[in-house]
């Protein structure tokens, strides 16, 4: 699955939103869900103490939704490793309308052509440990 988004786009809707970040290029990952057979496609920018996330809209090249949480909301970071993505895995003290944590799953493609989530694939899988379990 291939989709050609520009890094540098990201970054700019990134700054605009919170231009208090030092942004790292090296931070951004793209992750894939599917509903209804849809792909939804969501560009990530991954940091221990800020995380960022905005759904890419690939017909109109545009970003939008995004959603940050920030190192005080962060409990854990960890991958899990599957065969043809790596599970992300946000586990937070953000409380939910039925009293419960909000944890985020986000499966980022191990077979995608654009070179920078490869890139930062790789980087990404360094940094943070992984969890053979769920």
């Known amino acids: 699955m291939s989709f050609f988004i520009s890094q540098e786009k990201f970054k700019a809707y990134i700054i605009e939103n919170h231009p208090e970040i030092n942004f790292d290029e090296t931070k951004t990952v793209i992750a ?3 509903v209804k057979t849809n792909p939804i496609i969501n560009c990530l920018y991954v940091d221990k103490t800020f995380f960022f996330a905005a759904r890419y809209h690939s017909a109109l090249d545009y970003f939008s939704d995004n959603f940050c949480l920030q190192a005080n909301q962060i ?3 960890y991958l899990v490793d599957k065969l043809l993505s790596t599970k992300l895995i946000i586990e937070t003290n953000v409380i939910l309308i039925n009293q ?3 944890t985020l799953k986000m499966n980022l493609p191990k077979l995608n052509f654009t070179p920078w989530h490869m890139r930062n ?3 990404l899988r360094l940094k943070l440990s992984f ?3 769920s």
């Open 100 to 102: 419960t944590n909000l």
């Open 121 to 123: 694939l790789k980087l």
């Open 131 to 133: 969890n053979n379990g």
């Open 75 to 77: 409990k854990r970071m």
């Open 32 to 34: 894939i869900s599917t």
